[in-house]
Every structure is written in structure tokens, then in C-alpha cells.
């Protein structure tokens, strides 16, 4: 049996947007409290009836959550324009390696405003 996990994490972060027009609000300093949704793909082990422990997926988020939560993403490195196209693709970078089956990134700025990415650079 194939299942996948999703897991919710939420921080607060101030932004720019440097490569947008001259007049574009997001191009002035704003905020946006996100939430990231990360998704795990695999078999689920028939002695535990599990496909992975969400405590792996928290160890591996966690310190990056400290890192952007309360932050000016600007000043992270590799989000020096950091659209939620560049973040989704930041966090891919550094869970891939720990989290094996990592399928799916899944980043709101808004309510109504999301970007989904599956890891293709």
C-alpha cells in the first residue's frame, strides 16, 4: 500500500521582492504569515503500518523554521528575492536529502495564494 504524509508548519516573515517593477507593492517591505505544507510519498511498512514517522519530518523542518520565522527573508541566503517559487525551491534543497520519498512543497503566502512544487529544477 502506497500512502503519502503531509505535514503543516506556519511562520511569520517580512520580505521584498527586489526583482519586481519600480511601482509594484510587493517590491516595498510586507509580511505574510505562511504555511508550508511538506509531503512524503512511499510504502507503508506492514509491521507498523506507517509510511514514515512525521517526527523525521519535523526534525528535518524545525531548523528552518527557526531560521525564517520572524526573519526579513532577504537577508537568508539563497532567498534574496524570495518569491514562494525561490522558497519552495530553497526547502526542496535542503529536506531532499533528509527526508526520503519528499514528493511535494507546498508553500501559502495568503489564504488564496499558493505555489506547489515537486522538485523540478
Not at 504524509?5 to 520580505?15: H, I, P, S
Not at 511498512?45 to 506507517?50: A, L, Q, R, S, T
Not at 525564517?68 to 537577508?75: F, K
Request: aromatic share 8%.
Amino acid at each position: 500500500m502506497r500512502c503519502r504524509l503531509v505535514k503543516d508548519y506556519r511562520f511569520e516573515a517580512a520580505q521584498t521582492l527586489p526583482s519586481l517593477p519600480g511601482n509594484h507593492k510587493c517590491k516595498k517591505m510586507h509580511g505574510h504569515s505562511f504555511k508550508v505544507e511538506i509531503a512524503v510519498e512511499g510504502e507503508v511498512d506492514p509491521k507498523i503500518g506507517w509510511v514514515y514517522d512525521h517526527a523525521e519530518i519535523s526534525r528535518a523542518m524545525n531548523p528552518l523554521l527557526e531560521q525564517l520565522d520572524h526573519s526579513y527573508l532577504n537577508e537568508i541566503e539563497g532567498l534574496e528575492n524570495p518569491t514562494i517559487e525561490i522558497m519552495a525551491a530553497w526547502l526542496w534543497k535542503k529536506l531532499a536529502p533528509q527526508l526520503p520519498g519528499l514528493c511535494e512543497i507546498v508553500i501559502h503566502e495568503t489564504p488564496t495564494a499558493r505555489c506547489v512544487f515537486r522538485g523540478e529544477f
